[in-house]
């Protein structure tokens, strides 16, 4: 039966806490769950359900997220990465499996280039490699809103920068995720004490994606419909970590963690313990097989 723990920790002076599921039937290491700039530690029941029979499952309210102490002004990706590095040594593992989506991916990546003996496998989804001036200036332009106070324009506005709205591109349950999202962007704007600098750090403090990485046994997953970077432009930055694999999940678009949840944690789960990706539900016929970043049917 599964346990659930709550602990809290500081870096710097900076106070946060980490959740573990634990399962005494785990058959790989603890998988931790890094996502949205928003985005907390009870936020990933997905990943509790099909992830958390084969390993512990860890999330975290980061600095500057949910219940921890703000970030201090200036960059914040060293502190981050120490933060989540003393998490792992808390957790008393020599190594975790690091799952990363949208702003989480930028994260996590930068921990696996840090500290690359500390994570046994990465998997990275809705990779924001690459934003264009006009996205940032939408985004930009929401932030302003939600300072002054606006939070119903900051939540469509956001909702509307990060799905694929295109009618004639299939998207499952793309009402239902529009709906959540937004709902979602706004108990966040009205509750969250970090919810301010949270975007606005995530506009301006944006992750290095370069560099490459090796040694690191490395997903990386993009919905199809991905408007915030387009699948190519993920699979080119996949192209950059050694002996990686990248896939595309169709009918779904950056959200494609919450168009398609459960069979988003089904591929991790079965990534984090080595298992065939070739039989994954949530894949196309035309993208089956063991892809590495070479294959042309990757995308």
Do not use: K
Not at 28 to 45: D, I, S
Not at 113 to 125: E, S
Request: with cysteine; net charge negative; glycine share 8%.
């Amino acid at each position: 039966m599964s346990e659930e723990t709550i602990r809290s920790l500081s870096v710097s002076g900076v106070r946060y806490s980490y959740r573990r599921l634990r399962q005494p039937d785990r058959r790989t290491e603890p998988v931790m769950t890094l996502g949205g700039a928003l985005q907390g530690m009870f936020g990933w029941p997905q990943m509790d359900d099909r992830v958390g029979p084969v390993a512990d499952v860890v999330t975290a309210d980061l600095p500057g997220m949910g219940s921890a102490d703000p970030l201090p002004p200036g960059p914040s990706a060293d502190l981050l990465c120490a933060a989540i590095e003393r998490i792992i040594v808390d957790l008393d593992v020599p190594r975790i499996n690091l799952f990363g989506f949208s702003y989480g991916a930028g994260l996590a990546y930068g921990c696996a280039q840090r500290f690359p003996g500390r994570i046994a496998r990465l998997a990275l989804g809705g990779v924001p490699a690459h934003i264009s001036a006009a996205q940032l200036d939408q985004w930009q332009r929401a932030a302003e809103h939600l300072a002054h106070g606006d939070t119903d324009t900051f939540a469509t506005m956001v909702t509307e920068g990060l799905m694929c709205l295109d009618e004639h591109r299939y998207v499952a349950h793309r009402r239902l995720a529009y709906r959540y999202v937004r709902r979602s962007m706004l108990h966040a704007a009205r509750h969250s004490p970090h919810a301010v600098d949270s975007l606005r750090r995530a506009l301006t403090d944006r992750p290095d994606f370069s560099g490459g990485l090796t040694g690191v046994p490395t997903l990386v997953f993009s919905g199809e419909h991905d408007t915030v970077t387009s699948p190519a432009r993920q699979r080119d930055f996949a192209a950059t970590i050694a002996g990686s694999r990248f896939l595309t999940v169709p009918d779904a678009d950056h959200w494609v963690v919450l168009e398609r949840p459960q069979d988003v944690a089904d591929l991790t789960a079965r990534f984090f313990t080595d298992g065939p990706l070739s039989s994954a539900p949530c894949l196309a016929p035309a993208v089956r097989g063991e892809l590495s970043t070479g294959d042309p049917a990757c995308v």
